[in-house]
Nanobody
Framework: QVQLVESGGGLVQAGDSLRLSCAASGGTFSDYVVGWIRQAPGKAREFVAY????????YYSDSVKGRFTISRDSAEDTVYLQMSNLRPEDTAVYYCSAGSYYSGNFSPGYWGRGTQVTVSS
């Protein structure tokens, strides 16, 4: 069973950058589509970005397009989310996930415990 561990969250100011990391253990990311999902208090869960391991499938939500980049390191079996020009509305718990992709939808099967990102204005 794949276990996912996120790191890299923290408190930053608007306009700053932050990089989240997600390491896999007990399995390999190469079998899955990997992604980042966030949830802010009182708001619906949002799929921020996801990417297939071969890079054919890449998705970004409109709210982060042009500011966030998802990437993966095959050698380290790690997924990253580089976040730039952060805004207060990016404040949320960010979860790493791995799962399947079918009919245009990413379906997470494994989740990390989440890492808090707080952006002050």
């Amino acid at each position: 069973q794949v276990q996912l561990v996120e790191s890299g969250g923290g408190l930053v100011q608007a306009g700053d950058s932050l990089r989240l990391s997600c390491a896999a253990s007990g399995g390999t990311f190469s079998d899955y589509v990997v992604g980042w999902i966030r949830q802010a208090p009182g708001k619906a869960r949002e799929f921020v970005a996801y990417k297939s391991w071969n890079g054919v499938i890449t998705y970004y939500s409109d709210s982060v397009k042009g500011r966030f980049t998802i990437s993966r390191d095959s050698a380290e079996d790690t997924v990253y989310l580089q976040m730039s020009n952060l805004r207060p509305e990016d404040t949320a718990v960010y979860y790493c996930s791995a799962g399947s992709y079918y009919s245009g939808n990413f379906s997470p099967g494994y989740w990390g415990r989440g890492t808090q990102v707080t952006v002050s204005s």
